[in-house]
T-cell receptor, first 112, second 110 residues
Framework: GQQLNQSPQSMFIQEGEDVSMNCTSS?????WLWYKQDPGEGPVLLIA?????ELTSNGRLTAQFGITRKDSFLNISASIPSDVGIYFC????????????FGTGTRLKVLA | NAGVTQTPKFQVLKTGQSMTLQCAQD?????MYWYRQDPGMGLRLIYY???????DKGEVPNGYNVSRLNKREFSLRLESAAPSQTSVYFC?????????FGQGTRLTVV
């Protein structure tokens, strides 16, 4: 089936550092979403990308929709301890119903 | 506006027992979903309901049944729980592109 590959799987960074993670697919998608899951909670939407090449920011977060429509990147600037969690990319598989495909996640740990 | 509400939050079952996970949303969304989350596997779709009165299998439907009781409620039933169904279960709903999740149910089958 369709898969989204996220890298890295996990990362430890120092507070204040910038973070980059990416998500790739063998298929083309027209929408990319980035979610964050805090420990013990459900995923929460961070950024939605609707157009190839689009660069969108949400505070310290910036995400880009790859021009090939097969990848996306999420950057976090000046990380803080509350950035800890799992970050998921997701795409809509389409076909008239909103069936979502999720990546396996990038687990971020921030060292104070 | 509570969003997506799941109950229970935690549950321990013995192998072979049955139970129903409840989910309700108050956002008037048409589509609802059940996912399971396992370490290293991300979120996998169990069943979804594109609209009231319809349900369809997702990626991992075996061992589960669902009921879209009305527009607000979408329940997930385990008829005979197995240890392989130990997981965190998330209900979600959507109207447009963005999907909203509940807080999850942590289920352990012993």
């Amino acid at each position: 089936g369709q898969q989204l590959n996220q890298s890295p799987q996990s990362m430890f960074i120092q507070e204040g550092e910038d973070v980059s993670m990416n998500c790739t697919s063998s298929s083309i998608f027209n929408t990319w979403l980035w979610y964050k899951q805090d420990p013990g909670e459900g995923p929460v939407l961070l950024i939605a990308l609707y157009k190839a090449g689009e660069l969108t920011s949400n505070g310290r977060l910036t995400a880009q929709f790859g021009i090939t429509r097969k990848d996306s990147f999420l950057n976090i600037s000046a990380s803080i301890p509350s950035d800890v969690g799992i970050y998921f990319c997701a795409c809509v598989s389409g076909g008239g119903t909103y069936k979502y495909i999720f990546g396996t996640g990038t687990r971020l740990k921030v060292l104070a | 506006n509570a969003g997506v509400t799941q109950t229970p939050k935690f549950q321990v079952l013995k192998t072979g027992q049955s139970m129903t996970l409840q989910c309700a949303q108050d956002m008037n969304h048409n589509s609802m979903y059940w996912y399971r989350q396992d370490p290293g596997m991300g979120l996998r779709l169990i069943y979804y309901s594109a609209s009231e009165g319809t349900t369809d299998k997702g990626e991992v439907p075996n061992g589960y049944n669902v009921s879209r009781l009305n527009k607000r409620e979408f329940s997930l039933r385990l008829e005979s729980a197995a240890p392989s169904q130990t997981s965190v279960y998330f209900c979600a709903s959507s109207e447009a592109i963005v999907v909203d999740f509940g807080q999850g149910t942590r289920l352990t089958v012993v």
